[in-house]
């Protein structure tokens, strides 16, 4: 989608969009003759003008047909929010309606430069779609849309746009297409070459080890989940050093390819969403590509363990003891607890390499977090409650919301083993806190910590103002949020 701001509307073929406050429809005055009957229309439709709702007519504009949509930004909606919201809508409605370009007058909402660039970042997060493997599209349903004027948006938000949201947006656009790529295209060794080839030339410094590498580092719960497969684990280490002071910040990320549980195997029904138990890594690296694209002023390392969770002749049993690279021992209770023993060995090497003040995992960890917390918050578990309060705030800021859980002693001992440091599972009540207490176990004295349990929001059934239904690229906006508020000042 190509976006550019202008002073004025430009001449020629193009959809109009007037965007309109609620009930007031000041905004409409531009319509010159047309206006009274747009406004009866929408009283006809029962336009009351909420976020992102719209209206669709045709008008006559000097004896050509116009297509015009009215699209609403609310009246309590926070103002950054429903200039998503516009941007979003409009790339929804239009997408493949046949128009090719789309004309979106800002004149009269009172929009700074800020909120001017907010709709473009909507809009062009919204077009983001993945045709490859649909070879039989008619026509009629083939995107057409492949320009945005924005006019009235003030001097500085082509600027902004571009400085601050299109990096973000190639972030988030990597990250859900790792998110939809099948596990058959997508496993840890293609998932680093995808990166590798899509980071190319940002700046950002890649290493991988492989499975010989981490076998010589001991990292034997990695490796136990990983070794069921025939596709070899990876560890992906991506560094950005963009200056600031101190220790550097580290984004540690499940990347599971795919998990059917292994041994443990999961029922049949659905194990296909499995495909996306890697967004935790996926939104690791998408933020590594942001950060580097806007040259973020911090000094951070991003880390994804990499591994297909299968069933197989040299797959890890239930009981299985491991050797972590702590030096904990596990006791693998359930094969399909995964995830925290990948993680384990991540935020142990990140500890030992790169000595991060803080770590932030993200991991596709726990359906009981989808019991806790459904679909729209992600769970946050930390041991700081300033770093738990920052985390929140960049997630009110980006939409990438987060509600905080509990951590305490008495979840840690659930986790006790008869036979080795801890086991990795604890009972069904309370699994999202029990998984959390795990990781928290390989966690440094000294080190902050948090950790988010994002299984309900890396993929969606439902589309949003910003996503269609499918990989929302859910962490991307976060961590970037995180880093401008927290690390860049
Ligand atoms: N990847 C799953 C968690 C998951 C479930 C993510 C549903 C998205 C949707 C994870 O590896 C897993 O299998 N967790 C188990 C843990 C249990 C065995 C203690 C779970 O949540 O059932
Ligand atoms: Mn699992
Ligand atoms: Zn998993």
Sequence with gaps: MKIRFADSRPAGDYALVLP??????????????????????????????????????????????????????????????????LGGTVASKLQTSGEKTAVIDLTGLGYDADAAARVALGAALRSWRYDRYRT???????????????????????????QRWVPVVEGVSLTRELVTE????????????????????????????????????????????????????????????GGGKGQPTAFVGKGVTFDTGGISIKPAAGMEMMKWDMGGAGAVVGAMKALALRKAKA????????????????????????????GQTVEVINTDAEGRLVLADAVTYVQRNYKPGTIIDLATLTGAILI?????????????????????????????????????????????????????????????????????????????????????????????????????GYGVRLLDQYVADVLER
Excluded at 24 to 44: E, I, K, M, N
């Design 20 to 85: 309109v406050p609620g009930k007031d429809r000041s905004t409409l005055a531009s319509l010159g003759a047309s206006q009274s009957s747009v406004v009866a229309a929408l009283d006809r439709a029962r336009f009351e003008g909420e976020a992102a709702s719209s209206s669709e007519q045709f008008i006559d504009d000097d004896g050509s047909v116009r297509r015009l949509i009215v699209v609403g930004t609310g009246v309590g909606t926070a103002p950054l929010d429903a200039a998503e919201k």
């Design 136 to 162: 039989k599209l008619k026509d009629n349903q083939k995107p057409t849309l492949g320009e945005i004027v924005i006019v009235g948006g003030g001097a500085g938000a082509a600027k902004r746009y571009e």
């Design 182 to 241: 099948p596990a058959n295209i997508i496993y840890p060794e293609s998932f680093v070459e995808r990166v590798k080839a899509s980071v190319k030339g940002s700046g950002l410094d890649l290493e991988v080890l492989d499975r010989a590498a981490m076998e010589k580092l001991g990292m034997g719960a990695l490796l136990g989940v990983a070794q069921g497969s025939v596709r070899e684990g990876r560890l992906l280490i991506l560094k950005w050093n």
């Design 299 to 326: 000094s951070i390392v991003g880390i994804c363990g990499l591994v297909e969770n299968m069933p197989g002749g040299n797959a890890q049993r239930p009981g299985d003891v491991v050797t972590t690279m702590s």
């Design 372 to 472: 806790s917390l459904g679909h729209e918050w992600a769970g946050l578990f930390s041991n700081n409650d300033e770093l738990a309060g920052k985390l929140q705030s960049a997630g009110e800021e980006s939409g990438d919301k987060l509600w905080r859980m509990p951590l305490a002693e008495p979840f840690d001992r659930l986790i006790d083993s008869p036979i080795a440091d801890m086991k990795n599972v604890g009972p069904r009540e309370g699994g999202s806190i029990t998984a959390a207490q795990f990781i928290q176990r390989f966690v440094e004295n000294g080190v902050k910590w948090a950790h988010i349990d994002m299984a309900g929001k890396a993929w969606s059934d439902k589309a949003s103002a910003t996503y269609e239904k499918g990989a929302t």
